[in-house]
Structure formats: C-alpha cells, structure tokens
C-alpha cells in the first residue's frame, strides 16, 4: 500500500509541456500526545517534551484524561485525513496528493500530524485495515451533499470508484448497504458490476434512498463495496417533527439575572444558553478541525484546540446519538462556537462536553456542563443553541436532546459549584491567558 502517496495518472498540460498535479504536504492534523510513548525512548534521545507536556497537563488536574485525549484528537484527525484523500481522489484533472508524513514529527515545537507515532507504531485511534479503506490501489468513493439529514428528505449519492491498480476491474460485484448502530442493513442496492478502466471519475451508479423509515435519531453507516474494495461513512438522521419542547419547567436564560439565582434558590431548573456571553474562554477559538501544526509556531493562528472529547454515554444524549469525539454531525455545532476556561472549577470537575487544549497550555474547557448552584440545578451551554431552527437539525435535535435531559429524573449534576464561580466565566479581564502565553513566549 502507497501510504503516503497516491500515484494517479491524470496529467495536465501546459504550454508544450505535460506535467503531474498534486497536492503539497497536505493536512498536517494535530492530534493529542501519547504519553504512553515516552518509555519507547531508550537510547540517549529522549522525550523530554513529552514529559514537559505530561506534567502541565497534570498541573491542570487532568492526568487521568490523557489517553481520552489522545483517542478523540485522533478519531478526529483521522477523519480529517479521510476527507481531505476522499476529495483528491473526486478531483478531476488533480494527479495525486503528498502527505507530510504518515508518523509524527518531534522537532519544530512538537508536530504531532501523524496517525503513527515518532517509532512508525500505530495510536490506537486508526488501523491500517480502516486507513487502506480511502487510501488504496481501489477505492470506492461517494458525492454526498451533506451527512446529516431529516428523516422527510431523501439521501442522494453518486457512487464512483478511482481504480489505480493497473488493471481494469471485471466483475466487481458492486453494491451498496446502510447499516444501523447495530450492524444490521437496513436497505441495500445493487449497483453497476460492469468494467471499472484505470483512472478516477468513474460513476458506478447512484443512491435515491428516502428517509422515511428512520422514526428516531439515528447514525447509520453507508457502505459501499467494489470487489475487494469498501469504503464507508457515517450519516445522521433526526426525526423531522413540529412537536415543540416542555420547557414549563426550565427557566431558560441568557444570563444569571436576578430572576435565575432566585429559581436556583427555590430548588429549579436553570438552562444558561452562554454563546456570546462568555469572557474567560473568549481568546480561545474553537474549530471543528485541529490546530494545524502546532501552536508553538502559530500561536495566534486559529483554531487553538486539539477537538472535542464527549461524555457520549451521558443522558443529556439519549436523544442525540454521539460517539466520544466530535465526528462531522458536530460541525454545525462546534465549529466557531465558544468555549468556557474552566480554571477556577474544582480539580475533578469534569464538564459533559469538553473541547481539548493544546498541550502547550491544557487548559480546562468546557462547552456544556451542569451542576448544583445555590440550591438548584444549572445546565450552561455556550453552543449557540437560541432560537434554532428548521435550518439547523443537528443544533436542534440537541437543544431537544438537552430539555428532555433536564426534565427528566436523571438530571441529577454530580457536583457543586457556588455562584461566583460561574459568574466569574462571564467576567471581563484586562489580561487573557492566552495572550500572557504569547507575551512570554514571542
């Protein structure tokens, strides 16, 4: 297997010349360290960042969250990976792609863009089985307008193959399936097994598959198999419906105003929708994709996080299905949103969604978290979850997801925090964290 490359023989001429396209170094995807690495270093070279890192990220009361870490940087860097080949490999008239490197780079600031580790060793977060299935000889491929979808509209795919192998494909039995979290198909279909030449671009087919069958939210997995060959990817669907949320019971709010503290001193339910309030977490800007690099080179250079790790098992998500990391249904809600810098909660507070910092500086953060606040329950949400509507069903289904959670008898936070410390998140500072960094370290 090529890993690193992709040998295409699309070709673009210019002038008198023929030349070869492709694209340079691309991706450089951070992912969390593996601290697990450092005992590896048993000649005079040692890890030394490593440990560095691994002792801030204790100072931070976060020790025990490393390779939680490390798993969900990397499912999302991955996934970074995937879709950044997958376009290539659609992309007329581009000859081919060059990534940096397949293993992490310890020089430069610390470069960890790869999905091996510095000794060429697999993570954890991907195999070679799973990198092969978008990155081969063969590789089935799809056009999808989107990945998340209500369950009144109908999934369209074009299916295509880019076949690099060197020969032509006969007889590849091509097919299509959608699988549910159980592995179960719940619908298939056949698509076109004739000759598959040499090269990219070509169709095998299309899927027009409606919805409809789908009555709850749901991540299913659209396969596609071409011989040997399958690929696959992940879609979502929520329920299409006019219902509208029981909110009777939860004082809804976009500050802790007067009429907040005196519900919370009665015993209620308060749901704080933070987005554009917060001040400590402001200077951290938050993607759905990575830091590029690392943020020893481009400190100013957005995004500052490393991804998102999930409570996934939690009940706020009985309605929202969600895997540990932040996989591509969170783009709509995570990319450019607000984070809160949790540093003056208590050590083991840990918050339900909790996007990960650089491990340059490990600060604690959180986009939703809950607990007990002057006598009454506090979920605080800095996604923008206000006024949502038709137009964002993943925002949606989680801000119904959230109410349902905090009406029902789980919404029970494990932990206390008083008054002040929440107040003290929306709190203006002369003087960032953030910006200390960059101040003492030009």
């Known amino acids: 297997m090529n890993n690193h490359k992709a040998y295409l023989t699309t070709e673009i001429k210019l002038k008198t010349k023929t030349v070869l396209y492709v694209t340079f170094e691309m991706g450089q995807w951070c992912v969390y360290p593996n601290f697990d690495e450092i005992k590896k270093y048993t000649g005079p070279l040692k890890a030394k960042n490593f440990e560095l890192f691994q002792e801030d990220l204790k100072d931070h009361y976060m020790a025990d969250q490393a390779n939680d870490f490390l798993m969900a940087s990397g499912k999302l860097q991955a996934s970074c990976y995937k879709q950044e080949i997958e376009a290539t ?5 581009l000859a081919g792609f060059q990534l940096l490197s397949l293993n992490d780079f310890s020089g430069q600031g610390t470069a960890l863009v790869g999905v091996l580790d510095a000794f060429w060793d697999e993570k954890g977060y991907i195999s070679a089985e799973e990198f092969k299935s978008f990155c081969n000889d063969v590789v089935p491929l799809v056009r999808l307008p989107k990945y998340t979808f209500y369950n009144d509209e109908t999934l369209i795919a074009n299916v295509e193959v880019a076949n690099f192998s060197g020969e032509v494909l006969k007889d590849a039995n091509s097919k299509w399936e959608l699988l549910n979290e159980e592995n179960t198909i719940l619908q298939s279909g056949h698509l076109n097994s004739e000759a598959i030449p040499i090269g990219k671009g070509n169709k095998i087919g299309d899927i027009n598959l409606p919805l409809n ?39 809804i709010t976009k500050s802790l105003d007067k009429k907040a503290t005196q519900i919370l001193k009665q015993g ?36 500052h996080t490393t991804g998102i790790l999930l409570k996934d098992k939690h009940p706020v998500f009985n309605d929202f299905p969600t895997d540990y990391y932040a996989d591509l249904q969170w783009w709509e809600i995570a ?108």
Not at 89 to 93: D, E, F, I, M, S
Not at 217 to 235: E, F, I, P
């Open 89 to 93: 490999l659609r992309t007329p008239n």
């Open 335 to 442: 990319n450019r949103q607000q984070i809160m810098n949790l540093e003056n909660f208590p050590p083991n507070f840990r918050p339900i969604v909790q996007p990960i910092d650089t491990w340059f500086l490990n600060r604690r953060l959180a986009m939703l978290f809950e607990a007990h606040v002057n006598g009454g329950k506090l979920m605080v949400c800095s996604i923008n979850l206000d006024g949502v509507n038709d137009n964002q069903p993943v925002a949606k289904q989680l801000y119904k997801s959230i109410i349902s959670y905090i009406n029902s008898d789980d919404f029970k936070p494990n932990d206390t925090i008083s008054l002040d410390i929440i107040n003290e998140l929306f709190e203006k500072k002369e003087r960032t964290i953030w910006n200390s960094y960059v101040k003492e370290n030009p």
């Open 268 to 303: 209620g339910n308060v749901l704080l929708l933070a987005a554009g309030k917060v001040e400590n977490g402001k200077d951290i800007v938050q993607y759905q994709t990575p830091v590029f690099w690392n943020t020893s080179w481009f400190k100013m250079r957005p995004p």
């Open 213 to 251: 069958f789908i009555n709850k939210a749901s991540k299913l997995t659209l396969k596609v198999h071409v011989g040997n060959y399958t690929n696959q990817w992940y879609v979502w669907v929520y329920p299409k419906t006019e219902t509208k949320v029981n909110v009777n019971d939860i004082y």
